[in-house]
């Protein structure tokens, strides 16, 4: 995969803003959201995106073009679309998700060898049947209890101000476990009465996950219709028994050779199985994870996005508890695929939590921003990183419009393959940390659970105010799930 930088005239600019790998003790990029003074989610999609003004160095898929049909259109049109370009088809999408939403068909397309993609995308303009074409855009993840590494100080992010250890800068993670709150059990003392049919459920979409890991094994999700390898909910995803690997088009969700250490990481900072005497606790200490992989050793793609973000909202439709999705990835250009795709999310009732960007930019610029927390959809919460000693890490995007809050994204422990652990930066690492508190939350009220927009907006508005955030996020604060989880909802 190389890096193809679109190079034309001035009204004909794309974007992509590329979020750089995470490794050990090393930053990740991302970029911030933020609303207005109300913690609004009324993002002016306009100020980032106009058709095709973004940044002159977007990096997508050579020789590809995603073509999005409308829902009515004939296969005549799609030949004389296609051939409009001498372009063939790589791969039709089509999922449940876009069915049920009335969407119609997307394609990916292989280009002639020498066609430029900016310009095959231009040549479809007002093509009958054509809502719109755009580049195959890539995507990069944004990682610049009596478990062992909490007594020794080492999970920061999750203390509070007077926890043991404590540290004010926390997510105040520990303050809510000290009430009782530690994930689908609901209380710590009635362990036996989890009932597993309304376990909340969060999605992860990264890189793989190693579901077997021995902090995060026992909070895998496992879907109920896979009887025999063979699914029963019609999703067309055959044996997807823990989820899916859209980068491989298989159910393994953890692939020992692509690495696959990224979602590994973000996914014991939502739910490591905590009080169980090993490595790390979860802001979840019980609480079910599902992975949609789309990102292999050098990113994914936005056709794969897409695929992953709807197989989500599909588990959601057909019954599965889902309430939200960490999405720690970033980069390419405003993509109205990717961006249809969060809004059927959004209608679903999921929460899509993104990193807000590794890069060190202010967002509200047209000239930096940050896909997919920089979308004006109402469920994307764009999430900031802060250091222990609540400053904005160096690394992270902010944004007085753009991101919504800060959480703990700086020296961040938790685990990766193989049964290990490690510290990882970024706004990856931030990110977890708030969707973990989405599903805390979702978990205390199990009879009842709140609206996803109105936890979105409780969320902001129990921020602690951290000088470092003012007037560089759209609360001005960082995350506080104890007082989150007061909230009268």
């Not at 609303?35 to 609004?40: F, G, P, Q, S, V």
């Not at 973004?54 to 020789?63: I, Q, V």
């Not at 063979?230 to 997807?240: E, L, M, P, R, S």
Request: hydrophobic share 40%; net charge negative.
């Amino acid at each position: 995969m190389r890096r193809n930088v679109l190079a034309f005239s001035s009204v004909f600019i794309l974007a992509l803003a590329t979020i750089e790998a995470c490794s050990p003790d090393a930053p990740d990029i991302e970029d911030p959201v933020d609303t207005d003074a109300n913690h609004d989610a009324d993002r002016d999609v306009d100020a980032h995106h106009d058709a095709w003004i973004d940044l002159p160095t977007a990096e997508f898929m050579p020789g590809e073009l995603l073509i999005q049909y409308e829902p009515g259109a004939t296969e005549w049109q799609k030949v004389a679309a296609r051939g409009r370009l001498g372009a063939v088809v790589a791969e039709r999408i089509h999922t449940g998700a876009m069915r049920r939403s009335g969407a119609g068909s997307l394609e990916r397309v292989s280009l002639p060898p020498t066609m430029d993609v900016a310009i095959a995308a231009r040549a479809l303009d007002n093509a009958p049947g054509v809502a719109f074409a755009e580049p195959n855009y890539i995507y990069r993840h944004t990682a610049d209890s009596n478990d062992p590494s909490y007594l020794d100080g080492d999970l920061w992010g999750t203390y509070g101000d007077s926890s043991s250890p404590a540290n004010q800068f926390g997510s105040q993670a520990a303050e809510a476990w000290a009430m009782g709150h530690i994930g689908n059990i609901g209380d710590i003392g009635n362990i036996e009465t989890s009932d597993e049919s309304n376990d909340v459920v969060v999605g992860i979409i990264d890189t793989g996950v190693d579901i077997d890991h021995i902090d995060l094994a026992a909070n895998i999700w496992t879907n109920p219709t896979v009887v025999d390898g063979v699914g029963t909910d019609g999703n067309n995803f055959a044996n997807d028994l823990h989820g899916w690997d859209f980068f491989h088009n298989d159910n393994t969700v953890f692939d020992a050779g692509d690495g696959d250490s990224h979602g590994t990481h973000v996914a014991g900072t939502i739910g490591a199985v905590g009080g169980n005497g090993i490595g790390v606790a979860g802001v979840n200490w019980h609480v079910k994870m599902v992975v949609a992989k789309f990102l292999g050793p050098n990113g994914g793609t936005t056709a794969n996005a897409v695929k992953a973000v709807d197989y989500m909202t599909g588990l959601k439709q057909s019954g599965v508890n889902l309430v939200a999705t960490n999405n720690s990835w970033g980069g390419g250009g405003f993509s109205s695929a990717l961006y249809n795709a969060i809004k059927r999310a959004n209608a679903a009732g999921i929460a899509f939590v993104a990193a807000a960007g590794n890069r060190g930019r202010n967002t509200d610029s047209w000239l930096f921003p940050n896909y997919p927390s920089g979308y004006a959809v109402d469920n994307v919460i764009s999430v900031a990183a802060i250091d222990e000693n609540g400053n904005l890490a160096s690394f992270s995007n902010y944004g007085k419009k753009t991101v919504d809050l800060g959480a703990p994204g700086v020296r961040i422990l938790s685990t990766v393959p193989s049964n290990n652990y490690a510290y990882f930066s970024g706004t990856s690492m931030a990110t977890p940390h708030v969707t973990g508190a989405i599903a805390l939350l979702m978990a205390a009220a199990p009879s009842d659970p709140p609206n996803h927009l109105a936890v979105r907006a409780a969320l902001l508005d129990t921020t602690i105010p951290t000088p470092a955030l003012q007037n560089k996020s759209v609360t001005g604060g960082r995350l506080d799930i104890a007082s989150f989880l007061t909230e009268d909802l």
